[in-house]
């Protein structure tokens, strides 16, 4: 019998440790910033512009949870993982927040000491091939090779895919998404795979971005989302309403662009939300205009998705299941009341 079953059984809920070495909101605080995985470089996600500063969707919420603990969008120190370094990093405490384009998977939540703090991108696998090639479904790829980035959920979803349609395949792994492009460009595969959205980003890397496609079938759920070390209710909270925060200012039409003005606002569920009354901030041992904070430095989730991701950003990409779940899409806050 595990700790936990026993303290629940003898009521003593003191006698379950924190799984994590120290408060890890007192480590940041002391540090004077956050420490944040990301990607190597997907664009849309995490990669760094024509002067190195890191942008993206990912880059976007480590912001997001800076403003919200230091009132300061910018005391972040990024650290740049491949997919096998990921859950070391934060296993080991090298990062306090993993925001990498990462899947939500059962194995991954229970066996690794880690938890998902929600999903901020749905997003599913899928193909790019070169046009010259011909093909026009997934289904046409068998004896086709595959240029793939190893440690993700890309080589399982692909094998389950190939065997249940009686098809053959070769692999190229790389680990990175870079050289799984340059292994792509080199001729080394017929196909490269990936998340959807990472496609579109890689897509802009080969030097003719109109010779490729991405194809119709996307062949796997690949929910997105930050991941922290379990043990520690209090972070796990602060990344996880973070991220609600940004969704119920877009649900409630509060934006970087008027936010100022929202002060005023006598709306109880916009008041609540950004502090000019109630306690949801001291509720997470944070100032009370934490979610003002973060709308006014990064903006909500809608300002977040276009800018990097969306009609804003050269991926261009359809919000589609990414929008609000009273707009069509599966994207929903828990309130913040």
Sequence with gaps: MNITKIAFLLGAATLVPNLASASTLEEVVKKGELSCGISTGIPGFSATDSKGVW????????????????????????????????????????????????????????????????????????????KNIGVNSALELNGATFCIQA???????????????????????YDTSGQTVDGFKSGRCDVLTSDASQLYGLKLKLEDPDSAKVLPEIISKEPLGPVVRQGDDEWFNIVRWTMYATLEAEELGVSSANVEAMLKSENPSIKRLIGTSGTAGENLGLKNDWVYQIVKQVGNYGEMFDKNVGKDSPLNIDRGINKLWNKGGLMYSMPIR
């Design 55 to 130: 942008k993206g969707l990912d880059v976007d919420f480590c912001k997001s949870v800076a403003a919200a603990v230091f009132g300061d969008a910018s005391k972040v120190k990024y650290i740049p993982l491949t997919a096998k370094e990921r859950f070391t990093a934060l296993q080991s405490g090298e990062i306090d927040l993993l925001s990498r384009a990462t899947t939500w998977t059962a194995t991954r939540d229970t066996s690794l000491g880690l938890n998902f703090a929600g999903v901020n991108y749905y997003d599913g696998q899928g193909f790019l091939v070169n």
């Design 151 to 173: 440690g993700t959920t890309t080589e399982l979803n692909l094998t389950d895919y190939f065997q249940s349609n009686k098809m053959d395949y070769k692999a190229v792994t």
